[in-house]
């Protein structure tokens, strides 16, 4: 008899859980997957690739507009908020038959219910049901947090509720400056919502570079979207289907819908970590893991959100991965954590990979800095008020690349090949040795020989 049920018990069905489960398999081991709600889990069903349907829906508008400017008439037009609900119901629904099926497929069996820790190697799912694991990974991410309670906070919304409105609000406001408040408040502006941003911080998008936060928000007021910084929600009232949200400023602002998107905290709550002695951490809440993803407990790993290490899907995908390979490839593979690189999908869209200007500064004696700042050649035509932002971050002494930001139509897709270089520890003379693609926003990467900026730190006496 077996001295354990299944060899790999992952509690949670998203990607990282998924990916660590079908990588344990293809290695032999005998793996059960406990998902309480959909596979998938929130990138796929309610993150990141909604989230970018939409923002993709939101352009439209756009490019009928712009199309004026090059010859094209269009007549009236109309958007149907339910059509791209149900619709992106659809993808959903079948993205969640991929996973499911491939995991299936593995080798590797799912059960749909809720799964909690009885000690270090029995989980007790919802049924009732007991099984026991040689080794038990978690994988449970994140969830919205609203921050501070304030009155009238039951009825705000999250991420999770937008995904399901029954209509478009006319009107919104938006708690927060991060990924997720800036990325819906270019969604809802872009189908036509009126949108007010309200942030705590003297700027949104706290971590990034100076250069990109400015240019971003600028992008976004001249889009019509309020900025309103250094103050918070204190109260917010529903009269019927409108509310009017307070501020900590004095003022106050009518709207049909307001969501907060201030952050997520750790899903650690009710797995009863602590009757199997799994550590939380004590600086970030998330579950306490090494380099290894090892939690306190040898045999209880953790990957991916509900660890509050890097937050980002491929992330969580990379950590599960390791995990399998380590434990059941005998294959032993730590995560970099360093150099990710990451987008936000705002309206302009962002993307980065590597150190800020001020983090470089922080770090290296001499850095310099290369920047240009232009009008797209979209824009020449179709008389849009945008521009585009890139910059490199480079280390004065050796040449190497530091940092790549950028902010403009395509951000994200020019930052993940340039991600490998920064990577690879190109130096800027690598860059400039490669000959431009003509004409490309991308090509300003390759083409900058003059530092807009030079950095240099005395050494202390």
């Known amino acids: 008899m077996a001295e354990f049920d299944v060899d790999l018990f992952v509690i949670g069905g998203g990607s990282g859980g998924v990916r660590a489960a079908r990588i344990a398999a293809g290695y032999g081991a005998k793996v059960m997957v406990a998902e309480e709600y959909r596979m998938g889990g929130t990138c796929v069903i309610r993150g990141c690739v909604p989230k970018k349907l939409f923002v993709i829906g939101s352009h439209v508008h756009d490019e009928i507009e712009d199309a004026a400017g090059f010859g094209w008439s269009i007549g009236q037009v109309s958007f149907d908020w339910a059509t791209l609900v149900a619709n992106k119901d659809k993808e959903i629904a079948r993205l969640e038959g991929a996973y499911t099926t491939n995991?299936?497929?593995?080798?590797?069996?799912?059960?749909?219910?809720?799964?909690?820790?009885?000690?270090?190697?029995?989980?007790?799912?919802?049924?009732?049901?007991?099984?026991?694991?040689?080794?038990?990974?978690?994988?449970?991410?994140?969830?919205?947090?609203?921050?501070?309670?304030?009155?009238?906070?039951?009825?705000?919304?999250?991420?999770?509720?937008?995904?399901?409105?029954?209509?478009?609000?006319?009107?919104?406001?938006?708690?927060?400056?991060?990924y997720i408040a800036l990325e819906f408040a270019g969604i809802f502006a872009g189908f036509g919502s009126d949108v007010t941003v309200i942030y705590r911080g003297d700027n949104i998008l706290r971590g990034f570079d100076e250069d990109v936060r400015k240019h971003?928000?600028?992008?976004?007021?001249?889009?019509?979207?309020?900025?309103?910084?250094?103050?918070?929600?204190?109260?917010?009232?529903?009269?019927?289907h409108d509310f009017t949200t307070h501020l900590s400023s004095g003022s106050s602002i009518a709207s049909d819908q307001v969501m907060f998107a201030i952050g997520r905290h750790p899903n650690v709550a009710n797995l009863r970590l602590e009757t199997a002695g799994v550590a939380i951490n004590p600086a970030n809440g998330g579950i306490q893991v090494d380099g290894w993803s090892k939690t306190s407990v040898d045999n209880?790993?953790?990957?991916?959100?509900?660890?509050?290490?890097?937050?980002?899907?491929?992330?969580?995908?990379?950590?599960?991965?390791?995990?399998?390979?380590?434990?059941?490839?005998?294959?032993?593979?730590?995560?970099?954590?360093?150099?990710?690189?990451?987008?936000?999908?705002?309206?302009?869209?962002?993307?980065?990979?590597?150190?800020?200007?001020?983090?470089?500064?922080?770090?290296?004696?001499?850095?310099?800095?290369?920047?240009?700042?232009?009008?797209?050649?979209?824009?020449?035509?179709?008389?849009?008020?945008?521009?585009?932002?890139?910059?490199?971050?480079?280390?004065?002494a050796s040449d190497r690349v530091l940092g790549c930001h950028i902010v403009g139509d395509g951000a994200a897709e020019i930052t993940q090949a340039v991600a490998i270089a920064v990577k690879m520890r190109a130096t800027k003379a690598d860059f400039d040795a490669t000959i431009a693609l003509h004409p490309t926003a991308s090509e300003e990467l390759v083409t900058m020989r003059t530092p807009t900026a030079r950095h240099v730190r005395q050494a202390a006496e």
């Open 103 to 178: 995991v299936e497929k593995s080798g590797a069996r799912i059960v749909k219910t809720r799964a909690v820790l009885e000690d270090a190697h029995t989980i007790r799912l919802a049924t009732g049901e007991k099984v026991t694991a040689k080794y038990i990974l978690i994988a449970t991410g994140g969830a919205p947090n609203h921050g501070p309670i304030v009155p009238g906070i039951e009825h705000v919304i999250s991420s999770n509720e937008a995904f399901h409105l029954k209509e478009l609000p006319k009107r919104i406001v938006i708690q927060g400056g991060g």
């Open 216 to 240: 971003v928000r600028a992008e976004m007021e001249k889009r019509g979207i309020t900025i309103i910084t250094g103050c918070t929600v204190a109260k917010v009232d529903k009269h019927g």
């Open 300 to 396: 209880i790993y953790a990957i991916g959100d509900v660890t509050h290490r890097t937050n980002l899907t491929p992330v969580a995908i990379r950590e599960g991965h390791a995990f399998a390979d380590t434990v059941f490839g005998k294959r032993p593979v730590q995560v970099d954590h360093a150099t990710i690189p990451t987008a936000v999908f705002s309206q302009p869209e962002v993307g980065t990979v590597g150190l800020t200007e001020e983090e470089a500064r922080a770090q290296f004696s001499h850095v310099d800095i290369y920047k240009t700042d232009f009008r797209p050649i979209k824009a020449t035509m179709s008389g849009r008020d945008t521009r585009v932002l890139m910059k490199l971050v480079v280390d004065g």
